[in-house]
């Protein structure tokens, strides 16, 4: 049996854009235990906390953080579960309940969240990006409060 040729480029266009379709959704995954690089990071005009450290699981669309912040004489944890395909998720920090979504951007994760915090309203955008190697986690965070906006850069070693 002979293929035509016009049946082969076809044929071959198939597979070809099966082949990329399979890699462009082949996303990072964040899943792993993960420590602050203090010197890599930039938290003004908030005080850098002294340690942080934060526990992820990300299994296919589903990603909970677990955080643990030490500063100021104190201890704060946070657990926080969202999904990857842009739905609205609700978490509890403090007692105080907010809403966020989590879509990807190419191989970027954005997380955008709302809450009010002491009256005021607080918007967050993180967006997570993986090294190459799968070692440092470096998270954008652009705030805005009614107060102005500013940006924070966490880095994360990956122990």
């Not at 799968?134 to 924070?152: A, E, M, R, Y």
Request: hydrophobic content about 35%; glycine content about 8%.
């Amino acid at each position: 049996m002979q293929i035509k040729p016009h049946a082969l480029r076809l044929l071959l266009l198939t597979l070809l854009s099966g082949a990329l379709s399979h890699l462009q959704c082949a996303h990072p995954n964040f899943s792993g235990e993960w420590k602050l690089n203090p010197t890599q990071s930039n938290f003004a005009p908030l005080p850098q906390p002294e340690k942080l450290e934060r526990k992820i699981i990300h299994q296919g669309i589903h990603l909970k953080i677990k955080t643990t912040q030490y500063g100021q004489d104190r201890e704060i944890v946070t657990d926080l579960s969202y999904t990857t395909d842009g739905a609205t998720c609700k978490n509890v920090i403090r007692g105080d309940e907010f809403t966020g979504t989590a879509r990807w951007q190419g191989d970027t994760l954005v997380i955008d969240s709302k809450r009010e915090v002491q009256g005021m309203n607080l918007e967050q955008k993180e967006s997570w990006n993986l090294s190459s190697d799968g070692q440092i986690l470096t998270i954008g965070n652009h705030v805005t409060t009614p107060q102005g906006s500013f940006d924070i850069t966490i880095v994360l070693d990956k122990q």
